[in-house]
Structures are given as structure tokens and as C-alpha cells.
């Protein structure tokens, strides 16, 4: 019930193109969703996260989808650029308990060819 | 503010010798995690402190990993008796406590275990 699930696990999309990378989960606990960017080598950075309460959130090219009922999320990324090459993880948190802690998905590997 | 940071980047040591790794977290965090990460993987969650006490410890965290945050600021994680699958990256992660509790990385201490 802890588990968070990514695919797909690599994508290749062509500049100028949208990126869309899906993740399920089953614990109706979670209450906080944050996508990780990676890049070789590097620790994860924060990109985007959205909260239950809302179904869509929006910062640049970047975009959050929220199906709470369904207990999905999938990150999009319009206008992908090479430099948009790196790996992206999902994650899910629950606040107020467990410390926040996060539980991450799989990882997808995104490749933007130019 | 200079974010989460790790010491050290790398790590290499013969099966059976101990490790420690440093983490400072962001100043004003109070919460701060330790994940493991291998090659392909997304990070897991191996214990978090808030202030001075380890308030959660995964399953994954055996007798021969300890970690410690004595005075609530620096915090270390020492790894026994190294075993070949204990290579992997160890990030080290703060946030603070309240809604905005968003989860900073540092870029990690990667260990190889020969």
C-alpha cells in the first residue's frame, strides 16, 4: 500500500514535443506529490507538486495533473528541450505523519533528442 | 543558505571496513532523512530525524547502519562491516515541519564497495 508506481520507464520525444510520464499509487493517506527531476550524478531536485485538493497545477512548462479518484498523477512537460534530458521521479507523501517521509516511484528516464 | 550538504561525494572501501558519511542539513530544517539510491532506482527511504530523535527507521536499515543527529544539526550515518551491497548513493535530505515541508536533497555520497 506504500508503494508508488512510474511508467513509463524511459521515453524518447523529440524537441518541441510533450513529455508525459504517469504515476499510480494506493494509499489514500498520501496528501502531498512532488515530481524530482535528476540529473547523472546529482541528487534529485524539486520540480513541481501538487496537493489532492486541487486537480491541476501549472509552473512554466511544467504541469501536474491530479485524478484523485482514480489515485493517479502524471507530470507533463510542454515544449520539451534537450536540456529537459534527466531522470523523473514521482512521489508521495503523507504531511502530517510518518514525517513527510517520501516514497518514490520508479524513476523514468527521459531523453530529448534535438 | 547552502543547501543540503554531503561529505563525502565518494567513497571507495574493501568489504569489511566501516564508513561514515556527513550530512548538514539546511539551517532552519529540524527534519532531516537519509535515502539510499542504486543505478536505476528511485531513492528509499532509510530513516529520518526530527531535531535530535530518529522518530522512524525502514526495514532496510540493518544492525550494521546506524545513524545519529546528536545536537539536532549535523547528522551521520555509519555503515559496519561493509558488505558489496551496500554500494549505492546515500542522500541526505531536510525539510522543515509544517505545510511548506518541502523535502531539499544534497547531491549525495556515493559508495563502492570492493
Known amino acids: 500500500q506504500q508503494q508508488v508506481k512510474q511508467s513509463p520507464q524511459s521515453l524518447i520525444v523529440q524537441k518541441g514535443g510533450i513529455s508525459i510520464i504517469n504515476c499510480a499509487y494506493e494509499?489514500?493517506?498520501?496528501?502531498?506529490f512532488p515530481w524530482y527531476q535528476q540529473f547523472p550524478g546529482k541528487g534529485p531536485a524539486l520540480l513541481i507538486a501538487?496537493?489532492?485538493?486541487?486537480s491541476e497545477k501549472k509552473e512554466g512548462r511544467f504541469t501536474i495533473s491530479f485524478n484523485k479518484s482514480a489515485k493517479q498523477f502524471s507530470l507533463h512537460i510542454m515544449d520539451s528541450q534537450p536540456g529537459d534530458s534527466a531522470t523523473y521521479f514521482c512521489?508521495?507523501?503523507?504531511?502530517?505523519?510518518?514525517?513527510?517521509?517520501?516514497?518514490f516511484g520508479q524513476g523514468t528516464e527521459l531523453s530529448v533528442k534535438p | 543558505d547552502t543547501g543540503v550538504s554531503q561529505d563525502p561525494r565518494h567513497k571507495i572501501t574493501k568489504r569489511g571496513q566501516n564508513v561514515t558519511f556527513r550530512c548538514d542539513p539546511i539551517s532552519e530544517h529540524n527534519r532531516l532523512y537519509w535515502y539510499r539510491q542504486t543505478l536505476g532506482q528511485g531513492p528509499e527511504f532509510l530513516t529520518y530525524f526530527q531535531n535530535e530523535a530518529q522518530l522512524e527507521k525502514s526495514r532496510l536499515l540493518s544492525d550494521r547502519f546506524s545513524a545519529e543527529r546528536p545536537k539536532g544539526s549535523f547528522s551521520t550515518l555509519e555503515i559496519q562491516r561493509t558488505e558489496q551491497g551496500d554500494s549505492a548513493m546515500y542522500l541526505c535530505a531536510s525539510s522543515s515541519t509544517g505545510r511548506e515541508n518541502t523535502i531539499y536533497f544534497g547531491e549525495g555520497s556515493w559508495l563502492t564497495v570492493v
Open positions: 501538487i496537493r489532492p485538493d486541487v
Open positions: 494509499n489514500t493517506a498520501f496528501d502531498y
Open positions: 512521489a508521495a507523501s503523507t504531511i502530517y505523519n510518518q514525517g513527510g517521509k517520501l516514497i
